[in-house]
Every structure is written in structure tokens, then in C-alpha cells.
């Protein structure tokens, strides 16, 4: 990044954009560097980011394609592209599909979700049209009743599946229930959310020849944050450098870290985006340099991820390293916390997926203990909280992987259910 193209991106944005002009009133004129900045604010940018008299755009919503987003609250909002900030994004991101593995020829079946203004179907879709090697595209979509979608990647002969974790998930369990297999199939690219070690575990019995990595990082929102690294950790990715600049920011301070291993939250500037302009803007995220290449990051997944019972927080990470340590026969597939309120006091319940066929409440006992009692070491606070009555008990509930809950639009897993009475 040149300090003239950030100094002219600012320049643009504090002149045409409203919310721009005020979030930098305080600021000399001449200001050209990211750390002179301050962060976007979410709540602020997405109450100025309205459908009508919007003041966050530079112009007027005269030539664009309209997406819906989550930002990083939750509700939907709308994020804009012209379309030539479109084809730049998913020329770049095409790129990084090379980076995953993507060879000359590959049949790739497109399992992302579509329609009610949803980005990703058609964002993977035109970056396999752009990428720099010459593939197959199968446009299945993530909502295909799961028969036909095994079935068009055996008659097609797919080589490469991409989808958020949980599709992919929820296909591998439909295969291995048919007592089936797709041993075409190389590549595994999943994006949108996390991919762990239990689910690994179960996509590799429905795709025994297949290599599990990240798609690259981006979202609608923010744009583009990173393409994948090639290597063991498919965390790891490296900023889309010239198109965008990621900064992690320390949580207390704000500084900018550059110390390798030391995690903050994701804050990143789009170079390309001018329509509606992305500068310091908190991706949702939090992550860490690794010091194994220049601009080499690992995701540590979304800030917002964990809940609190009672007084206790709790993180999904923490119940998913717990996983790891119990289950050491590979037993679970999938896991959900949901929290729930009764009797005036909250309690949490590990909602745990485990394969077809391994369904013994008596056999799965011993396993559950297990859980729980890596969970309780990991977070001795909830066993404090328990014995003074603040929280009744964690407990485990047994479940397949299509039971666990999903967004609807985005086919997600939702991690964290909060089922906790708000009124």
C-alpha cells in the first residue's frame, strides 16, 4: 500500500461520505496514516448505513449490486459493490483460490447459499469464473435437498466441494447414513465459519481422498481480509495485499500489535472500495500474527462467539478444546452450547453430534463425564458459581448433526444458542 492511495482514499471518504466527515471532523486535513485514524464504530456505521438518506455512501445507490449482511451484530443489513468493485474482489479472491489447491480442470460444486440478497453462492461462483486456472463450475447451492446434491457430485464426478462447515457436514452425515462415499472428491474448501478437528473427523469417512482447507477469508461486509496459506493449519491466511490492509488491534488499548502469537481483534481498510468505503472497520474476528511469512495471520475465530451463565463467560473455543481432550476415539462430530434459564438461575447444556450408528445413551455416558469434566477444569468458575447456587449444572445433551441449529439464511452453524426468556 502506497501512502498516496490511503491518503486519497481518506481524502474521498471524508468528502463525499457524511459519516466519514464527522468520524474525522476532529482530524488535521493532511492525515495519511491508518493509525491516525480511529476505528469505525460499529453500531454508529450501520445506524448511518440506512436504506434511505444514507451517510455512509460517497454517491448516490445509482449502480450496484445490493447484498445483505450480518455485519458483525447479527441483524441484516445491507452492504453495496459497483461492478467494477466487484469484479475486483472477485478477481482477488480467485487469485487465493490457487492457494487451496485448485488445479486446471477441476469439476467444483458450489455449495454456498442464494438468493434473499445473500452474498456467498455467487461471490465463490464468480471467483472460480475469475480465477487464474481454468475449472468446472457445478452450481448446486447449499439449500439442494441433500439426495440430489450427492448425486450430482457422483455424476459429475466432483473433485472439489465448497461450503460453509456445516453443509459440508451435514452432506458428509447424509453420505455415511447411505453407507456410501465420494472418493472423487480432492478437495473440501469450506468458508463462513470455522472448521474443527470432530468435524474433520466425520468428513473424512464420507470423503476418505479428501484435503480439508479454507476457501480464503472474506465477508460482504468488510471485503476482503485473507487468502489461504498452503500448509497444516487452515487458520492461516495472509492479507490480500494490494487490496486491503489487516490490522490486529490489542482489546484493551487499541494499538496495533506486531508481535507474533499475541491475539487481538481484526480490524481491516479496503484499498478498493469507494462506493461504500470500508476504512479501520472491525471485522469481527479475532487473530494473531504467526511470524511465519510477512502479513501471515491466524484466525482465533469470532469475537462474539461465547456467552455468559450466570456470572461465568464461556467461549465456544472453551468447549471445543474440551472435546478435543475427552474425546480421544473421535466420537463427537459437531457441538452446540446453548443456554438456558430456569428456577431463576442459568444453566448450560453441550449439545454433542455424534456419527450414525453410535447412539447408546449408556455407551455415551462415560464420554459426556469426560466433557464436562475438561469443561469444569477449564473454567473452575462455573463449579464456584454451581456450589453457591448462582447456576444449576452442566449437562449434555446427545444429538445428530442435523439437529444441530442453523441459520437459515446462511446455513452457519449458531454456536451459541441463547434460549434464556428476554422478556
Request: one cysteine or more.
Amino acid at each position: 500500500m502506497s501512502a498516496h492511495q490511503l491518503s486519497d482514499l481518506i481524502r474521498f471518504a471524508r468528502h463525499n461520505s457524511p459519516f466519514y466527515r464527522a468520524l474525522y471532523a476532529h482530524l488535521p486535513p493532511d492525515v495519511g496514516r491508518l493509525t491516525d485514524l480511529p476505528v469505525v464504530d460499529q453500531e454508529k456505521f450501520w445506524a448511518a448505513n440506512t436504506l434511505h438518506d444514507n451517510g455512509v455512501l460517497t454517491g448516490p445507490l445509482a449502480e450496484a449490486t445490493v447484498y445483505k449482511t450480518g455485519g458483525t451484530t447479527g441483524a441484516p443489513k445491507f452492504s453495496v459493490y459497483t461492478r467494477d468493485e466487484w469484479r475486483t474482489f472477485v478477481t482477488a479472491f480467485g487469485q487465493g483460490l490457487v492457494d487451496t489447491g485448485l488445479r486446471p480442470g477441476h469439476r467444483v460444486a458450489d455449495l454456498f447459499y442464494a438468493g434473499e440478497l445473500y452474498a456467498s453462492f455467487l461471490f465463490v461462483l464468480d471467483s472460480l469464473a475469475h480465477a487464474p486456472v481454468d475449472n468446472v463450475r457445478l452450481p448446486v447451492g447449499g439449500a439442494a435437498p441433500l439426495e440430489s446434491t450427492a448425486r450430482t457430485l457422483r455424476d459429475f464426478d466432483a473433485q472439489v466441494v465448497t461450503g460453509t462447515s456445516t453443509t459440508l457436514c451435514r452432506l458428509a452425515e447424509h453420505v455415511v447414513a447411505q453407507g456410501g462415499r465420494l472418493d472423487a472428491v480432492e478437495l473440501l474448501l469450506f468458508g463462513g465459519e470455522a472448521l474443527f478437528e470432530d468435524q474433520r473427523r466425520l468428513l473424512s469417512v464420507a470423503f476418505p481422498n479428501a484435503e480439508a482447507r479454507s476457501v480464503g477469508y472474506a465477508s460482504v461486509d468488510a471485503g476482503l481480509l485473507g487468502r489461504p496459506v498452503p500448509g497444516p493449519d487452515a487458520r492461516v491466511h495472509r492479507a490480500f495485499t494490494p487490496y486491503s490492509v489487516v490490522e490486529i488491534l490489542d482489546d484493551t488499548t487499541g494499538e496495533p500489535i506486531t508481535e507474533p502469537g499475541r491475539p487481538g481483534r481484526v480490524v481491516v481498510t479496503s484499498l478498493f472500495r469507494r462506493l461504500m468505503p470500508v476504512v479501520r472497520y472491525p471485522a469481527g474476528d479475532r487473530a494473531e500474527w504467526t511470524g511465519t511469512g510477512v502479513g501471515h495471520f491466524r484466525i482465533l475465530g469470532r469475537a462474539e462467539e461465547g456467552v455468559r451463565v450466570g456470572p461465568v463467560a464461556l467461549y465456544s473455543q472453551d468447549a471445543q478444546d474440551a472435546v478435543a481432550k475427552a474425546d480421544t476415539a473421535g466420537r463427537i462430530v459437531g457441538m452446540q452450547l446453548v443456554v438456558r434459564r430456569w428456577d431463576g438461575r442459568d444453566g448450560l447444556v453441550l449439545r454433542l453430534a455424534t456419527a450414525p450408528g453410535d447412539d447408546d445413551p449408556a455407551a455415551l455416558e462415560p464420554l459426556a463425564d469426560a466433557v464436562l469434566g475438561e469443561l469444569g477444569a477449564a473454567r473452575p468458575l462455573y463449579g464456584e458459581s454451581l456450589r453457591a447456587g448462582f447456576v444449576h449444572p452442566m449437562s449434555v445433551q446427545w444429538a445428530r448433526h442435523r439437529d444441530l441449529v442453523v441459520n437459515p439464511r446462511s446455513g452457519k452453524l449458531v454456536r451459541v444458542l441463547d434460549e434464556r426468556p428476554t422478556a
